[in-house]
């Protein structure tokens, strides 16, 4: 079965630091993975998907995630932090196109 | 345009109670989808529509949840005999033809059982 791993539940960084957020997945097939933001009372927002095209993949509000099969890795990055990218979010694997394992969750602060 | 809606946004019930909770997906969306996420076991899958297929109901915990979907737009997924344990928010999400079309997700249910 696929199933995704987060690193840490919660992430602090300062406005304009670089943001990590971390993911490595399992699969035994070619897995197709998304991240999702949620903001405060909020429901889930796409922020990018790689679906086997291009491994770096570029998101919105300036976010982008590289796949790395040698890793088993597509880790969240954003080069300087936004007091508005306060949010939690999660990775997730695609089972074989439809439903989506969920990760669960990190949740990123950001200070001034 | 109009988004995906759950109602009601807040449900507290008695344990043993049965409760609906309500997805309208967005319009032409083929696909509606129910989660649950709780503070324990984080996002979960419950079920899966696509169009006119039988549902993907692998995720479904026990089987006091089910979940229709009438005239392939709104779905209720109803829980019988609640326990505590059932206690989460209830998120739906549609898509245009299931797949790996992005999914819209609602603002969910919160449901505590008491």
């Known amino acids: 079965a696929q199933s995704v791993t987060q690193l840490g539940s919660h992430v602090s960084v300062s406005e304009g630091a670089l943001v990590l957020l971390r993911c490595n997945y399992s699969?035994?097939?070619?897995?197709?993975l998304f991240w999702y933001v949620q903001y405060p009372n909020q429901g889930l927002q796409l922020l990018l998907k790689y679906t086997s095209a291009a491994t770096l993949v570029k998101g919105i509000n300036g976010f982008e995630a590289e796949f790395k099969k040698s890793e088993t890795s597509f880790h969240l990055t954003k080069p300087s932090a936004h007091m508005s990218d306060a949010a939690e979010y999660f990775c997730?694997?695609?089972?074989?196109?439809?439903?989506?394992?969920f990760g669960k969750g990190t949740t990123l602060s950001v200070s001034s | 345009g109009a988004g995906v809606s759950q109602s009601p946004s807040n449900k507290v019930t008695e344990k043993g109670k049965d409760v609906e909770l309500r997805c309208d997906p967005i319009s032409g969306h083929t696909a509606l989808y129910w989660y649950r996420q709780s503070l324990g076991q984080g996002l979960e899958f419950l079920i899966y529509f696509q169009g006119n297929s039988a549902p993907d109901k692998s995720g479904l915990p026990s089987d006091r949840f089910s979940a229709e979907r009438t005239g392939g737009s709104v779905s209720t997924l109803t829980i019988q005999r609640t326990q505590q344990e059932d206690s989460a928010v209830y998120l739906c999400?549609?898509?245009?033809?299931?797949?790996?079309?992005?999914?819209?997700f609602g603002p969910g249910t919160r449901l505590t059982v008491t």
């Open positions: 997730a694997v695609s089972e074989g196109g439809t439903a989506l394992i």
């Open positions: 999400a549609s898509s245009l033809g299931g797949g790996l079309n992005e999914q819209y």
């Open positions: 699969s035994s097939v070619p897995p197709y």
